[in-house]
């Protein structure tokens, strides 16, 4: 329970919150996705089909299929979570914590005092 | 959200649309050569034929991939993923040494973005009359050039959809029955699938995709260090900036050689000012680069105010292009191409399994012989056909025999059953028995394989 000055005990911190959701998340969806594919889906039949030279028995299979299923959800919830966290903030859309769009000379034309045209290299 | 007079919002503007003027000059020549190439390879590969096949086919529903006149079945799977570890490290040396050359000139997301806002161009015009034709009102001339546009991007999008469903099927069948009007139904989704994709990222999200949802250029700054190759405004030399007459030195006006004329932010496709430093949103097309050479050759100013360099370069260090991160990724990328090519090039293009029979124990034959029933499963990855003999490793020490003669067509899988008999007193129980599967027309072509056979527990026992 260390807790420096500023930290709450018992209260997680982002990173912290953020891989809990991550790994608890993708759990519950390979639960799900792995109740899915086995419902429908015999792993023995796999054994004729399966290219790997060694037999795949059904306990195996649904281990293997569940823990295939919960490392891709945890990749997925990961790059998600990196993304959203690592790109712009709420209410980038009005313009909130974004620096103005970079100004735009107007043509030479309407502008003389701009000494070459601009339309010459279109 | 044109009603933005809210307190506090009424500072920022919306985010202006994006018009990318058109640039001429090296990097532009390069990107268009790269596209031509890129689209090229796309839309011609389908269309090849190599040793008999599509030069590049993923056969979903024959388990296997034909790839350059090579044949990749379900068991090569470890090729695909060795290529795609080639093709992470590949990227890593290539963002290590010269920055985002990937997301400049070979993403498909900007390949196809150019080739869009090519016949957009075609049909409107360059960017200031595409930005006047958008203000304009509705007219006959817009009404015109707009479904102008349409009508290439989505011809366009569905034939990329079309070519982009013939790496899955064959696409010569694939043209023949869009000709006849019986394209199926899944062949049908994916080209829309596809082409719908292709229309909307190339035609409207564009670089949005690049800004919002794309990993790699999110954590492609990890790669970098201060002597990678970035696309750079030089800012103690451009500083102060400002306007001029044509052919004032700029030591007479007391500036630095910006002139200021925003040219590198019309072209810059992702809209943003490469004079404010290196930005994550830089793509690394090059444009700018181009278009202000352009501008310090018309002003009669050295080139160079904008270009390729490094952080040490404009810090006025030296530059170090061999360093120990671009060693160690090339090392590792040069050992993986040449193992995965070497080891493609020796492996046995024959697999077998052999299963026992589970409906049977075994069979006790006259003269004391018990028989074994198994199912043999051969595939000939070979592009010839060939006959194999399957004999025990050590001769003699049991009789092998198959229904018919092991003869396989070239690419071909086939069952066969194999009765194999081993003297009673051979042993007891689970015996294991090394069988060598090989050609008879090339010695090369050989595979060993285990089986077990089941004999009689205890010796005169019966069972």
């Given at each position: 329970m260390a807790s420096g000055q500023d930290t709450v005990s018992l209260r997680w911190n982002e990173r912290r919150r953020d891989i809990g959701i991550i790994i608890w998340i993708s759990f519950l969806s390979a639960c799900a996705g792995t109740f899915v594919i086995f419902a429908l889906l015999d792993p023995d039949a796999l054994n004729q089909a399966w290219v790997l030279p060694w037999e795949m028995g059904r306990k195996l299979a649904y281990s293997l299929g569940f823990l295939f299923l919960f490392c891709v959800a945890a990749i997925a919830s990961s790059l998600t979570t990196f993304m959203i966290r690592t790109g712009?903030?709420?209410g980038h859309h009005t313009g909130k914590g974004r620096k103005p769009a970079p100004q735009i000379k107007p043509d030479a034309a309407e502008d003389p005092e701009f000494g070459i045209d601009p339309g010459e290299w279109r | 959200m044109s009603a933005d007079s809210a307190p506090g919002q009424s500072l920022y503007r919306k985010e202006p649309k994006i018009y990318p003027r058109q640039v001429n000059g090296r990097f532009a020549r390069l990107r268009d050569l790269a596209m031509y190439v890129l689209l090229g390879l796309f839309y011609v590969m389908p269309w090849l034929t190599i040793n008999g096949h599509q030069a590049v086919l993923f056969d979903l529903p024959g388990r296997r991939f034909y790839i350059l006149g090579l044949t990749f079945w379900p068991q090569d799977f470890i090729y695909l993923a060795l290529l795609l570890v080639a093709a992470g490290l590949s990227l890593f040396f290539f963002t290590a040494l010269a920055g985002r050359l990937w997301c400049g000139y070979a993403c498909p997301q900007t390949v196809w973005t150019e080739a869009f806002l090519m016949m957009e161009r075609w049909t409107e015009g360059n960017r200031q009359k595409r930005i006047k034709l958008d203000a304009a009102p509705w007219s006959a001339n817009k009404l015109l050039r707009k479904s102008a546009k349409q009508f290439l991007w989505v011809t366009f999008a569905v034939w990329t959809g079309f070519t982009f469903v013939g790496f899955f099927t064959p696409i010569r069948e694939l043209a023949q029955n869009v000709l006849s009007f019986s394209l199926g139904p899944w062949e049908t989704f994916w080209t829309l699938f596809y082409g719908g994709a292709t229309y909307a990222n190339a035609g409207y999200l564009r670089a949005q995709v690049c800004k919002y949802m794309c990993p790699y250029a999110r954590f492609q700054g990890a790669m970098f260090d201060p002597d990678t190759l970035i696309i750079s405004y030089d800012e103690s030399r451009g500083e102060p900036r400002g306007s001029r007459r044509k052919g004032i030195k700029p030591e007479e006006v007391g500036l630095?050689?910006?002139?200021?004329?925003t040219l590198c932010v019309q072209v810059c496709p992702t809209g943003i000012d490469i004079r404010e430093g290196?930005?994550?949103?830089?793509?690394?097309?090059?444009a700018c680069i181009d278009v202000c050479d352009q501008v310090m050759d018309k002003m009669e100013y050295p080139r160079g105010l904008i270009r390729y360099t490094t952080e040490n370069a404009l810090k006025n260090n030296t530059t170090h292009v061999i360093r120990p991160r671009l060693l160690v990724y090339g090392t590792i990328l040069l050992l993986l191409i040449c193992g995965t090519l070497w080891s493609m090039t020796t492996r046995t293009p024959l697999r077998a399994d052999l299963i026992r029979d589970r409906n049977a124990l075994y069979r006790e034959l006259p003269g004391d012989m018990i028989e074994n029933v198994y199912n043999l499963k051969i595939t000939n990855m070979d592009d010839v056909a060939h006959t194999y003999s399957l004999l025990p490793e050590i001769p003699g020490v049991a009789e092998v025999e198959s229904s018919r003669p092991l003869r396989l067509e070239a690419s071909s899988v086939a069952g066969f059953s194999v009765r194999i008999r081993m003297p009673r007193d051979a042993g007891s129980g689970v015996q294991s028995l090394t069988l060598e599967l090989s050609s008879e027309d090339n010695p090369d072509i050989r595979k060993k394989i285990d089986a077990k056979v089941l004999l009689p527990v205890s010796s005169g026992a019966n069972r």
């Open positions: 712009p903030r709420r | 630095g050689d910006c002139i200021n004329c290196l930005q994550y949103e830089c793509i690394a097309c090059a």
